[in-house]
Nanobody, 127 residues
Framework: QVQLVESGGGLVQAGGSLRLSCAAS????????MGWFRQAPGKEREFVAA????????YVADSVKGRFTISRDNAKNTVYLQMNSLKPEDTAVYYC????????????????????WGQGTQVTVSS
């Protein structure tokens, strides 16, 4: 069992930065790939980024590539999402999630393939 708690969201002006954190409880955190998703009002949950449990591979959505970076610290049971050059269209609730399946794009991009979810943290980017 893995429990996830996100933090670090808030209100920021366009062009600004935020770093989201996702703290995990449970001794098996390092066995899970971790992903970040976001959901804006009236839209489906969208893949943002994912990182394998050995910190060897990452995937980042094209919409945030070059601006967002995912990382993890297994010793701290924490995964991060560094968000730079934020745009108003990045406004959404951001969720972290844990994935125990294969770390291939066809598996990690879909929310339905994740086993555990956090409660989400709101990110609002003003223009």
């Amino acid at each position: 069992q893995v429990q996830l708690v996100e933090s670090g969201g808030g209100l920021v002006q366009a062009g600004g930065s935020l770093r989201l954190s996702c703290a995990a409880s449970g001794r098996t955190f390092s066995n899970y790939a971790m992903g970040w998703f976001r959901q804006a009002p009236g839209k489906e949950r969208e893949f943002v980024a994912a990182i394998s449990w050995r910190v060897i591979s990452t995937y980042v959505a094209d919409s945030v590539k070059g601006r967002f970076t995912i990382s993890r610290d297994n010793a701290k049971n924490t995964v991060y999402l560094q968000m730079n050059s934020l745009k108003p269209e990045d406004t959404a609730v951001y969720y972290c999630a844990a994935h125990k399946g294969p770390f291939v794009y066809s598996s990690i991009y879909s929310p339905s393939n994740y086993d555990y979810w956090g409660q989400g943290t709101q990110v609002t980017v003003s223009s």
